[in-house]
């Protein structure tokens, strides 16, 4: 049997932390995936034998490569076509001691949509002290800043993070009666579960990237987004089933069709435990990790 050389190792136990930080950088799985490749590709052509600290130096290419492809996304979504939201991400699953950090709150849609309007630098600083307790001044050694800059960067980034609302999870319980009301309205057109929990500016938006039928603007207030599910939607989800799993740190809901996932659903709940945001994944791009083997 062939062994696993000890730089792969090495990576490999280092992968889910890299993975957690370009995600929550990015907003996208699959952008994350390729950033953290490229680490990995670098991490094989260094000379490791210089490196004191493989895993503050992966960390340090992880984020430059990060906030390369940020810069660049944002450029490229100023051109999206439609809503953009967040790809979605299954975390059931992360249960491991390393991958804890992934969740936690700093991986919600709503969090994940507050990062998503800090400046990337601002950003980068936010995520590698909060959320990955690193000291600011390695932080503004990855980031080519002073380190007052770099704190000033997390001061700002918290007080939009505060001013934003809640970003945790809703209570377990109240999750399950989340995706409970929504599947009761959508297949049975009884509205009144569902209407109890939304707040009266609820907003239902959708993600299609211009790439899947769907709607174009957000539909806003509970009369409208009941209107929606209870007629609209049973027009074409009728014959699709439903999955429950957790996504994002938080129960949502799969719509299939057969071993292809048609769309996600997912909550966003204020600081009242009310829905402030249904949110509707359709970009094919975006589904492809929920989609089944045959």
Known sequence: MTQTPDYIR???QARPML????????????????????????WSATDRAVIAQ????????????????????????????????????????????????????????AFLLVLERLAPKE????????????????????????????????????VNVRQAGNTKPAPRDLQQ?????????????????LARLLANDAVLSADSGGKAASIIGPVKGPDRIITFVTRALPKFWSSF????????????MIVRDGPSAHAVVSFIV?????????????NPDKLRSFDLMD
Request: contains cysteine.
């Open 270 to 282: 204020n600081a009242d435990l009310r829905i402030a945001e249904i949110m509707i994944m359709r």
């Open 54 to 109: 493989p895993r503050a130096w992966l960390t340090s290419v992880c984020t430059r490569r990060s906030l390369d492809v940020l810069k660049s996304a944002r450029r490229s979504r100023t051109d999206y076509v439609g809503h953009w939201l967040p790809e979605p991400m299954a975390t059931a699953e992360i249960t491991t001691p390393e991958t804890d950090l992934m969740v936690s709150e700093s991986v919600t849609m």
């Open 123 to 158: 950003r980068a600083a936010f995520v590698l002290h909060d959320v990955f307790a690193m000291e600011y001044a390695e932080i503004a050694a990855q980031l080519g800043i002073a380190e007052t800059a770099c704190r000033k960067l997390v001061s700002r980034a918290r």
């Open 177 to 193: 009666n989340l995706v409970d009301a929504f599947r009761t309205a959508l297949q049975s057109g009884a509205p009144e579960g």
């Open 10 to 12: 090495e990576f490999e």
């Open 19 to 42: 993975i957690g930080l370009a995600y929550r950088l990015l907003g996208s799985r699959a952008e994350a995936e390729d950033v953290v490749q490229d680490s990995f590709l670098a």
């Open 241 to 252: 089933s439903i999955e429950v799993a957790e996504i994002n740190a938080q129960l949502a």
